[in-house]
């Protein structure tokens, strides 16, 4: 006789999700809000139109999150189709600032192009024009405590 599986026996498996449009985006961005990452953790590989950043992001879908301290777990987010990046605020290529990502958009130009930015604290932002929105998560490390131990807290 073979028993049911339980829900207490599910494991929280890796992220890896794509996004083909801004309804999309938003679930990517939702999940990838406070992350963290050194600026010379991005690269734009421009003969292969893709721009990519290494996130240390908060598990916002954590569904144990009650029962532990908050966690992180690193991420690759892969724009593909990128045609230029432009960038305020960003020190580009110093490993030791730290930026963290508040929110990624979508603004359609002439279908399917158009500009995706992304915002950072302190008023940074990276602002990538592409062919067509074309976006992954990938986790690739296992998760680890946050070294706060706390989650971000925003002010309403």
Known sequence: MTEDARFEDGREAPLNLGALDADDLTV?????QDA???????????????FALLLNRLRHEDTGAARHAPERVQSVLMF??????ASQGVPQGDA???LSLLDIAFEEGDAPSGHVTLTLAGDGAIR????ALEVTLKD???????PSKKRPVHPE
């Not at 963290?36 to 893709?50: D, I, K, L, Q, Y």
């Not at 690739?140 to 946050?146: G, I, L």
Request: proline letters at 5%; a positive charge.
């Open 96 to 98: 030791d600032t730290i």
């Open 80 to 85: 593909n189709n990128v045609q230029r990046v």
């Open 28 to 32: 990517i961005a939702s999940l990838t």
């Open 36 to 50: 963290v990452f050194p600026a010379s953790e991005m690269r734009w590989h421009r003969a292969g139109a893709r």
């Open 128 to 131: 990538l024009e592409v062919e």
């Open 140 to 146: 690739v490390t296992r998760p680890y405590v946050a």
